[in-house]
DNA sequence: GTATAATCGAGACGGTACGTCCTGTCTTCGA
DNA sequence: TCGAAGACAGGACGTACCGTCTCGATTATAC
C-alpha cells in the first residue's frame, strides 16, 4: 500500500534479464535501416519491426535513435577499429607511420559500410550535445590518444620539436581529413592525406 | 535547355508576386526557432505559425526545412561574414593575418546568435548530400577561397613555400577549427588557432 | 508574436470545411467493424484504416469511440426508427396499439444489423455518463415520449385511469423489454410483450 | 463427454496450495480501482501493482478483468445481499413486501461503494455474452427467483391472479428499476418504486 | 525434516492501440 | 494569383497494457 517512490527515476530495468538476442536483432536492423535508407528515414518503429521486436524493447533500453544507432555501431566496430584494435605503429619513421594510419583511416571512411552510421552518429552529435558526447568518449577519444601518445614518443626520439602539443598536432592531422570527410568538399584520397602529414611536419615556409 | 517547357513542371511560382513581409517574417521564424528548440525540434509548421503564415507559403518557395534555414542563414549573415564582406587582410605579415582571420571565425562560430543555425546546417548537410553541396558552395566555399588566395599571395610573396598546394593548406588551418567545433572534442580558443597556425606554418619538425 | 491563448479550448475546426465523403465512409467502417468483431475489438485505428482515412480525421471531430459509433447509429437509424419515423399508432385500442409497438421493438432489437451497435452504445453509456445522456437524449427518449403522448391520449380517452402518471407508466412496458434484451435473462418474444402489456394494464390482482 | 481427457487442458492449477492472501487483496485491489478510476482505466497490471501480487498470479486464476470483477463483487456482496442473505419478507401482505425489497434494492444501487462495480459488471455483460452469462447466474438470479416464489406464495394465497406467469410478473416490478438505473432515465427513488408496485398490481385501466 | 514441486513477486518480452504531432498536398476564401 | 488558414491521408512518435514467458525466492504438502 505504502509507495516508496521518491522521485521519477529514470529507473533503469534489471539489465540481468536482458535479452541478448533482441539486442543483437536490434543492432543488426538498426546499421542495415541506416545504410539502406538513411539515417533521417531510420525510425523506431522500422528497427523493432525489422528486428522482430516490441517498441518498448527499445525505448527500454535506449533513451533515442542516435543512442542506438552509437551502441549498435560501437559493437559492430569494436573488434575491427585500429584505435581498439591494433593500435598505432611504432617504427621509428614518424611520417610513414602518421601517413600509413591515415590512410587506413581514409579506407574506413569511406567503406560503404561505415559511412552511413558514422555519417549520422556524427550529425547527430553536431546538433545534440549528449550524443555528440558519448559520440567523442567512446569512439573518436581513443583513436586521437594513439595520435597523441605516438607523438609525445616521437618527440622523446627527437623526430619532433618537444615544444609542441600533442593533442593539437594531433588535431593538425586529424583536423583535415574530418572535414573533407563531414563537409565533402573535396575527394579524399591517399594522396590528401600525404600531403597533410607532409605539410604538417615540414610547414608551410619557404624551405631552404 | 529548351525555354518552351510545356510539361506541368512544379516549377517555382512567379516569383515578382512574392510577400516580401512573409518571407523575411519566416527568415526570423526559423532561425529564432533553431536557437531556441533546436533543429530537430523546429517545424514546418511551427514556422508558419510563429511566422503567421500558411503553411503553403513556405512549401511554395523552399524544398525542405533545411534549405528554408540556410536561406535564412544566408540572409542573416551576408552583411556581416568576413568571407563576404571585408576580405581577408594582407598585411604582408602571413602569420599575423591568419591568425587574425582565425580568431575572427573563432568568434563567430561561438555566437550564439550563429551556433545554433550553423551547427544545424551543418549536421543537415553531413547526411544530406543536396543539403551539403548548398551550404558548402553558399556558406563554406567562398571563404575557403579567401583562404587560398592569401597563400598563393605569400607564395609569390617568398612567405610560403611554392611547392605546396594552397588549396590543401587551407584545410591545414580550418580542418582543425571545424574539428574542434562540430565534434567539442575540446574548447575553441584564440590560443588554440594561434598554435595551429604555428605548427602548420613552421612545421613539427624540431627546429634547429 | 503576441500569443491570444486564453485558456485551452477544445477548439471546434471548421465544420463547413468537413469532408462528408470521409464522415460517411467512418459511420460505415465503425458500424461494420462493430457488427464484424464487436465493440471491444473495434479500434478508432481499425476505423480509420477501413475507411482510408488518417486518425486525426476522427480525433478531430470526435471524442471518442463511443461517440463515433452513436453519430453513425444515429444515422443510420434516423430515417427508420419509428419513433423518429412513422410515430405512435392511435387505432383507439391502448391494448393492441401497445402490443403492436413492443413488438416493433423486440423485431428491431433482435435485428442483427442494430443489435451489435445498440449492445454496445447502451454498455458504454452505463459506465460512462457522458455517453449515456447522449445515448438517451438522442435515441431512447424520443421513443419514450411517444409512448408518454399516447397514453395522455389514452387517459383523455377514458382508456387509462387518469391518476397514473404517464411516464411512470411508460417505464412499465419499456422496462421489461429492455430487462430482457440487456441482461439476456430470457428470449425476447413477442408473446412476452403481450403479456406484459396485458400484465400492466389489467394488474397482477386477482380479477373478479 | 469422455472423462479421460489425455490432452495439455490449461486447467486451474492446483488450489489448495493457492495464496488466500493474495486472492483477498486483488479483490481489494480490483474494487478500489473500479470505484476509484472506473472500469475501463481498471487494468491488470494496475490491479497487480496495488495488489502487491505478480500479473501471472492474476493470469493463473482468472480469464479476465471482468471475472476478476466479478468474483471480487461477489464476495464483497454475498454475505450483505438480500437475496443471498435475508431472503424475501412475507408478511402476507404482497404490496407491502414488494415495496420494501424494492426500496432495498434502490439503496444497494444508489449505494455508492456498490453502483460502480455493478454498473461495470453489468456493462460488460451486456456486450460479452460470456460474462453476460455468468453475472446473471451468480449475481441476478437468485434475488429474480424471490420475487417468482413470492409471487406464487401470493398466488396461493388469493392476493394475484392465478393466470399471470410469475416470471414475467417479476419482470413487471424489476425491469423498471434497472431501465432506470442503467439508463439514467430519471431519478431512482423509493417513490418511484412504490408507484411501480402500485400500477404493475392494479392496473393502469381506468379503477372504478 | 527434509525434498520437491508448484505458486509467488517481479518484470522483460512481442505485440496492439492509444492519442499527439508533423508531413506534404489540397481546397477555400479574402485581398 | 498569391497568401492565411487549415482539413486531409498518412506515418511515426513515445506510452500504456495485453497476455506469455522466465526468473529466483518462498511455501507447503508428500516423502
Excluded: N
Excluded at 518503429?45 to 535506449?62: D, H, M, P
Excluded at 591517399?190 to 605539410?199: A, K, L, M
Amino acid at each position: 500500500m505504502a509507495e516508496t517512490e521518491t522521485t521519477t527515476e529514470p529507473r533503469h530495468p534489471d539489465s540481468s534479464r536482458r535479452s541478448e538476442r533482441s539486442r543483437r536483432a536490434i543492432y543488426e536492423a538498426a546499421l542495415d535501416l541506416v545504410t539502406e535508407v538513411g539515417y533521417a528515414r531510420t525510425t523506431i518503429e522500422g528497427i523493432a519491426s525489422r528486428a522482430g521486436v516490441g517498441k518498448q524493447t527499445i525505448y527500454r533500453w535506449w533513451p533515442s535513435k542516435a543512442a542506438v544507432l552509437l551502441e549498435a555501431f560501437l559493437d559492430l566496430v569494436t573488434p575491427v577499429d585500429p584505435a581498439h584494435g591494433a593500435g598505432f605503429p611504432d617504427t621509428g619513421d614518424l611520417e610513414a607511420d602518421l601517413k600509413a594510419v591515415l590512410r587506413a583511416s581514409v579506407d574506413e571512411l569511406t567503406d560503404p559500410r561505415y559511412e552511413g552510421p558514422t555519417r549520422a552518429l556524427a550529425a547527430a552529435g553536431i546538433v545534440d550535445e549528449t550524443v555528440g558526447a558519448e559520440f567523442l568518449e567512446k569512439l573518436l577519444d581513443p583513436g586521437l590518444r594513439l595520435y597523441t601518445e605516438r607523438l609525445e614518443a616521437a618527440q622523446e626520439a627527437g623526430e619532433a620539436d618537444p615544444g609542441i602539443d600533442p593533442r593539437i598536432a594531433t588535431e593538425l592531422f586529424v583536423g583535415p581529413l574530418l572535414h573533407r570527410w563531414l563537409l565533402r568538399t573535396l575527394p579524399l584520397t591517399h594522396d590528401y592525406t600525404d600531403r597533410i602529414v607532409e605539410y604538417a611536419l615540414y610547414g608551410l615556409r619557404p624551405r631552404g
